[in-house]
């Protein structure tokens, strides 16, 4: 099983990035796919999911600024980030859950927000 993540980098305070996790080793379309993100010193922290029907969820902070959506036929799951303020610096993870199997998470990439 392997989820890798790429998109991330370092961007102005006003800018986007669009997050990309690839997943293999398990039956992609049928997993619930989250995006979290853990900023030092802060505990790791749900963004939005997206269930195996493509019905995302979102916390409250990610409304209006984050999207977050799938394409099964790429394995893919992806968070579109615009607006990104300082505070979102954080790495960001996505992580694959079936119910009631342990989940499996990627290693994250860095996204540093900064002017």
């Known amino acids: 099983v392997q989820l890798l993540e790429s998109g991330g980098g370092s961007v102005q305070p006003g800018g986007s990035l669009r997050l990309s996790c690839v997943a293999s080793?398990?039956?992609?379309?049928?997993?619930?796919m989250s995006w979290y993100r853990q900023a030092p010193g802060k505990e790791r922290e749900l963004i939005a999911s997206?269930?195996?029907?493509?019905?995302?969820n979102y916390e409250n902070f990610a409304k209006g600024r984050f999207t977050i959506s799938r394409d099964n036929a790429q394995n893919t799951v992806y968070l579109q980030m615009n607006n990104l303020e300082p505070e979102d610096t954080a790495v960001y993870l996505c992580?694959?859950?079936?119910?009631?199997?342990?989940?499996?998470w990627g290693q994250g990439t860095q996204v540093t927000v900064s002017s």
């Open positions: 997206i269930d195996h029907k493509s019905v995302p």
């Open positions: 080793g398990f039956t992609f379309r049928e997993y619930e």
């Open positions: 992580r694959a859950r079936f119910y009631p199997l342990s989940p499996y």
